[in-house]
């Protein structure tokens, strides 16, 4: 069983949008990623994704309106729903999400990155 830091992986992270995988659990990845800007629109089909704030506030864009998420709070992204996060200064962010959740969703183009562990 290991602790994880999260100050010490956040700082090992380098760029925007490249989620890092940091732990697994059951048939889930745990995964930190720093934001800044604007994703893409996009869906996953088949899974569901949370987004927990560590640092910064995140707008989530939905089709029915936005939704603020500050530090310490979380958001569930159900399967199939359209969204686009969006975090107008920098914004760190532990993500809880399937294995299988590719970070584009059914959307690939030059945003979609491969999982990685950061050690």
Request: aromatic share 8%; charged share 25%; with cysteine.
């Amino acid at each position: 069983m290991e602790i994880v830091n999260l100050t010490e992986k956040f700082g090992k992270i380098s760029g925007y949008w490249q989620p890092k995988i940091v732990g697994e659990l059951n048939d889930s990845y745990v995964k930190l990623a720093k934001l800044q800007g604007e994703f893409v629109w996009h869906q996953h089909e088949n899974e569901d994704e949370m987004f927990l704030v560590v640092k910064g506030c995140l707008t989530m864009r939905l089709r029915d309106g936005d939704r603020l998420v500050s530090a310490g709070e979380f958001i569930i992204i159900p399967r199939g729903v359209e969204h686009c996060p969006f975090a107008p200064e920098e914004v760190q962010v532990l993500l809880l999400e399937p294995k299988t959740t590719v970070n584009t969703g059914s959307l690939q183009n030059e945003r979609t990155v491969q999982d990685e562990w950061i050690s």
